[in-house]
């Protein structure tokens, strides 16, 4: 079929969609879900953690709410999650931490 000098290639949506949305979560699952073999973090808890770097928060500093970190993560970069799974993530993050230290003493 032709539409004045293009060329409309026609395919059969259930197909198109099929494919289109394999393809979209792939590259969801790559690009957020699966942790990096580098240092096993997920994107969004490096960005939880250079956020806590920005903000000067180490163990020796004082004390500090996780939703002034979650805050800060949302205000700058995450554009696709919520604060409460954002929040989730820095718990998660701050829970295996503390399993790996548990593990490395014994």
Do not use: W
């Not at 059969?12 to 099929?18: F, G, P, T, V």
């Not at 939880?48 to 996780?66: A, G, H, M, R, T």
């Amino acid at each position: 079929m032709k539409i004045g000098k293009e060329k409309v290639i026609e395919v059969d949506i259930q197909n198109e969609m099929k494919k289109s949305f394999l393809d979209y979560s792939m590259s969801v699952i790559v690009s957020r879900a699966l942790p990096d073999v580098r240092d096993g973090l997920k994107p969004v808890h490096r960005r939880i953690l250079y956020s806590q770097f920005e903000d000067n928060l180490y163990p020796e500093k004082p004390y500090k709410k996780c939703a002034t970190t979650v805050g800060n993560v949302l205000g700058s970069c995450l554009l696709y999650t919520s604060d409460a799974a954002d929040e989730e993530d820095s718990v998660d993050l701050g829970g295996r931490r503390i399993i790996k230290k548990k593990k490395k003493k014994k």
